[in-house]
């Protein structure tokens, strides 16, 4: 890679990210159900009706992952501490559930590791669900009260909390596109879930102020956002993709509102008297988790329901996921949120990676493109620091092949190649790359 670790800024940290469904293995510990067991079940919501029962067994295996995070001189590893291990049905205690994030946190900081914990990322225990989830406004209320259990028992230790991870995919890829859990296409439950996503945040982090917690934020996915073409129609439908992906949580946080091209949709659906969710939403916050991976360029389809858009990939070489890799968009994302919203506030680039048909072949994974991408995003997140932007942070996601929803076990975002029969780890060509990148 063209970089080493001095290149950065002193302290900024090199770390690697993963998700608690995703690598754990969910039967293990007590963990309850959750909306993407059910959701994995029905007919044709994930490829080959995968779900996270075994993932990469870390629950098992802990030890050696973050071995492997430490002996690749990394500072920090992002994690997320399941709802449904430590509530099973969200909102009753399993004390096996704490014990292992005790033990895990433990295990981070003998390492040398900062663990950098995310409250929620996606596992929604089925009990929940079931009252309607992120629908209903009671869930954030639960959600306050599993942020002070989980608190309670790990937050002396951790260097960072996350509240929610990816709300644009929480809420509107879940309950308007309908690709994840629960899977539905209701443009009334997306309007109340892109809502109390954010009342969620904004209850976990009154609940963690009044802790006394002073590391608090939130973690958000961006997509770089273009109109196809000069048409005027094509730009207003850019224009409103991006209020609804990149602007619609970023706003509310910072500045107390909504877009307007988003509540053109979204308002005749709203829960009543949302307004006076907007100061509890928009507390300040203390970092931001910026999760950047492609860009997309939109065209206007005024036959379509509201948004009236189409969205396609961009021109350029793809990933596994069919996703264009675009690195100028992290730089200027990056300035964007500087300029526009947090000021010099501390950004981390919370998840950054791309997925390849990775194999194992003579016990070495060369995955060179994989290389390269880091390589070239690291170097447009410098630049965003050379512009002036306050970066603290960079976690590749992801730090193992893992479950990767919908996808399954199809897609390999790792740095570490799973072998998903043996569950055998062998560290790649960019892992090893990496870590004679930022050694020290």
């Not at 958000?220 to 109109?227: A, G, I, S, V, W």
């Not at 596994?320 to 994302?333: A, H, K, N, T, V």
């Not at 932007?389 to 076990?409: I, K, P, Q």
């Amino acid at each position: 890679m063209n970089f080493q670790r001095n290149d950065f800024p002193t302290g900024f940290l090199f770390g690697a990210a993963t998700a608690a469904y995703q690598i754990e293995g969910h039967q293990f510990g007590g963990a309850g159900s959750t909306h993407w067991d059910t959701f994995a079940a029905g007919p044709g919501n994930v490829v080959r009706a995968e779900n996270g029962a075994l993932a990469c067994d870390h629950y098992h295996r802990f030890a050696e992952d973050l071995d492997l995070t430490r002996d690749a001189g990394m500072d920090a590893y992002r994690f997320s501490t399941s709802w449904a291990r430590v509530m099973p049905d969200g909102r009753n205690v399993n004390p096996e559930g704490l014990d292992f994030y005790d033990g895990l946190v433990d295990a981070m900081l003998e390492r040398g590791l900062q663990p950098f914990q995310t409250l929620y990322h996606w596992e929604l225990p089925s009990a929940l669900a079931d009252k309607g989830g992120w629908a209903n406004r009671d869930t954030c209320a639960y959600f306050g009260d599993f942020t002070d259990v989980i608190t309670d028992r790990i937050g002396d230790r951790v260097a960072s909390i996350a509240t929610i991870n990816e709300p644009w995919c929480v809420a509107y890829l879940s309950h308007f596109l309908g690709h994840h859990a629960p899977g539905l296409r209701d443009i009334r439950a997306a309007s109340r879930a892109m809502h109390h996503i954010l009342l969620a945040h904004g209850t976990a982090l009154a609940r963690l102020r009044d802790k006394g917690m002073s590391n608090c934020g939130i973690v958000l996915n961006f997509d770089h956002t273009e109109p196809n073409d000069a048409d005027p129609d094509a730009t207003q439908a850019a224009a409103t993709t991006d209020a609804i992906f990149n602007r619609w949580f970023i706003e509310a946080i910072t500045k107390g509102s909504y877009p307007t091209e988003a509540l053109e949709g979204f308002a005749p659906h709203m829960p009543e008297n949302w307004q006076d969710d907007m100061e509890l939403i928009s507390q300040p916050i203390d970092s931001l988790g910026v999760n950047y991976y492609t860009r997309h360029m939109v065209s206007a389809d005024q036959g379509a329901v509201w948004p009236h858009a189409v969205s396609e990939d961009g021109p350029g070489d793809k990933t596994q996921m069919g996703w264009e890799i675009y690195p100028d968009g992290l730089r200027s994302f990056l300035s964007r949120l500087a300029h526009d919203y947090v000021g010099e506030l501390p950004i981390y680039v919370t998840e950054n990676g791309m997925a390849w048909n990775d194999h194992v072949k003579d016990g070495v994974v060369d995955d060179q493109t994989r290389i390269r991408f880091i390589d070239d995003h690291l170097a447009a997140t410098r630049h965003a620091i050379t512009d002036g932007v306050n970066v603290r942070g960079f976690f590749y996601w992801s730090l193992l092949d893992n479950y990767e929803w919908a996808f399954g076990y199809e897609k390999r975002f790792g740095l570490i190649h799973v072998d998903f029969e043996t569950l055998k780890r062998t560290p790649k060509a960019s892992y090893h790359a990496l870590k004679s990148a930022i050694a020290r």
